[in-house]
């Protein structure tokens, strides 16, 4: 941690807490739309909007939000007898009678309910000003960092491990869950930065320095998460290489050993779930690729593809990201880019999650799919919920599914489609309004049956119900249904 005796990381917790240096507060003072541009990088509107206010708030805000210089009598004011320690431990910088932020100290806040304040390197790209990099660069919480915070099951563990935890924003999520909470990084520096982030927030993390999996060697845990440098950029020397988005490995290597090592770090009923890039190489299926990494590990498999970029459009994505728009080795750099997809023969790039869990089954639930669809944030309920129908569905035989009283899940929907005047709709859908949002054409029959599950009748009785209404042959209709319904269990359509 920098250089902070942790009397002065109370005192500026405290003050933090006393000047109301927090999200709601922040977004009150200066307006949803202005806190919503520093989301975009911009920080005129946030500027414009606390104007010439030199109360505390509008200080620590001008500060560390918009990245301006204060005077320091008016910063002493707000944080007393702390601007000199945290000049000396590099957390501002003297700027004549004024003081600027060497680090980003910001609010954070979250549907699950984790808030406080992240530590991190400031940003390099506010309204358009491009600033080089440094290769150990800690990234702030990002749409990323977001992402994976809204996918983790919340579920209650012993033991979690935040696989290159960065600034430590993950930490602070699995802590509210989590008996202990172990965070590695590559990255001495990130490991600076979120062990602030921790006392800040008077968070129980042990911290450990390594590549990956190495600290934790021999180790298990409940639950894993990990945004991990998944970009796939040509070779660069690790004075090059930026620490948070990119490794070593070649293509996709990176994320293929976190999943694969993932697996044996996993206790019994443990999950694993990677926010994660892979490759689209030409003359394959990208579910046989991904599908090969988690093959035999005995594990349930769930791998959601959200997004295909093609390589040019990844490439101007993670060029513009490192500040390299409009330099002068931009064009040489593309090319470089390129050259080095076109020798791999990737063609695409999947972006996407992967959810392993370690439940222990013979044959395990795998499934890799396409969703580009809209879905519900926080999407871990869902998830959580998946969990739990998965091994519902697996635990019932054909003939315990139909003895049970199934109900519909009450955000389903039915939605009709069809010729004006005519009686009959050519197409019914149901659709979930939670979740993943999916939806099913069930036909008639099935459509009968699902709108009968209602927990009164066992699913063979209507079952044999409406094939009598429809002059069907129940046993036809029984072997029918009975994959389908299998189906919309682990879909969440049934419980």
Partial sequence: MPDLSP???SALREAFRRHRYEVDAVVERMGAPAHAALGRNSTLAGARALGEDA???AVLSRLWLLQRAVPAAALEEALPGLVGPLVTAGLLERDGDAVRAAVDVRPYASDDGASGWV???LSPNLDTEVRPIRPDFVLGVSSASTTLAQLTVRRPVERALDLGTGCGVQSLHLARHAGSVTATDLNPRALELAALTAALNEVDVDLRLGSLYDPVEGETFDLITTNPPYVMS??????ERLAYREGSWTSDGLVEQVVRDG???LAEDGTLQVLANWAHVAGQDWTERVGGWTAGSGCDVHVVQREVLDVHEYVELWLADAGLAGSPDYRARYAEWLDYFEALRIEAVGMGWLLLHRAGRAVPHVRLEDWPYAVEQPLAPALERELVAVGLER????????????VLAGDVVE?????????DPQHLVLRQQRGFRRATEPGTALAGILGACDGELALGTVVATVAGLLDVDADDLTAEVVPAVRQLVVDGFLS
């Avoid at 040509?234 to 004075?239: E, L």
């Fill in 7 to 9: 009397d002065h990381v």
């Fill in 55 to 57: 109360d505390p708030l």
């Fill in 119 to 121: 530590v991190s390197d």
């Fill in 234 to 239: 040509p070779p660069r020397s690790d004075a």
């Fill in 263 to 265: 697996v044996r770090h």
């Fill in 395 to 406: 635990s019932l035989t054909d003939e315990a599914l139909l003895a049970r009283r199934w």
């Fill in 415 to 423: 939605e009709t489609t069809g010729v004006p005047g005519e009686a």
